[in-house]
């Protein structure tokens, strides 16, 4: 068994032990079709995968909502768009891979956000998800929670800690 094969199962057996329902199962999807691109993230910029993953599924609903469907923008940010299929005051992307750079960008650029790619890249996903609630990202009371959650209820920790991730922290020895 491969190490996504391993993931994979391990994410069902969580989500069987759960029991399965059609979120998890539409959770189960989503993770299994995003996790490459947010561990790409990870190696390139630093962000935790998990962190990439649980934001993107909590403010796209699995990847099934109007913005995500229409505007293939997965992490609820505010901008211009040219759909002539929605009215939407949220961001158009061409496709879902420009929303994750974008979502990475714009934690990059965030003051309070900047000090964990120095000090913590690739890892301590708690640290980044209050850093990015404390920036402004969201202004919901509960969102940090609900992002916590999601990466502990789905396990989605296991993808900061591969081996490729490790060049962060064998570079900080």
């Known amino acids: 068994m491969n190490l996504k094969q391993l993931k994979s199962f391990v994410l069902l057996l969580a989500l069987a032990t759960f029991g399965i329902s059609k979120v ?3 959770s189960a999807a989503y993770v299994d079709k995003y996790s490459p691109i947010a561990k790409e993230m990870m190696e ?17 609903g ?9 505007l293939n923008n997965h992490f609820g940010v505010k901008g211009k768009n040219n759909s002539t299929v929605i009215r939407s005051a949220y961001k158009g992307y061409r ?3 420009d929303s994750y750079d974008d979502f990475v960008g714009i934690v990059k650029r965030k003051k309070t956000t900047q000090s964990l790619f ?31 959650r999601t990466i502990k209820l789905y396990h989605l920790d296991v993808f900061d800690n591969d081996s490729k991730q490790n060049k962060f922290s064998s570079t900080k020895k």
Do not use: F
């Open 24 to 26: 998890s199962a539409q």
């Open 44 to 60: 390139e910029h630093g962000v935790p995968a998990s962190v990439i993953l649980a934001i993107a599924m909590h403010e796209s």
């Open 62 to 70: 699995n990847g099934r909502s109007r913005i995500a469907k229409n």
């Open 95 to 97: 496709s879902v891979l």
């Open 118 to 148: 120095e000090k913590h890249p690739g890892e301590k996903y708690e640290a980044w998800v209050k850093a990015i609630a404390r920036s402004g990202y969201s202004t919901s009371r509960d969102w940090t929670a609900k992002v916590l």
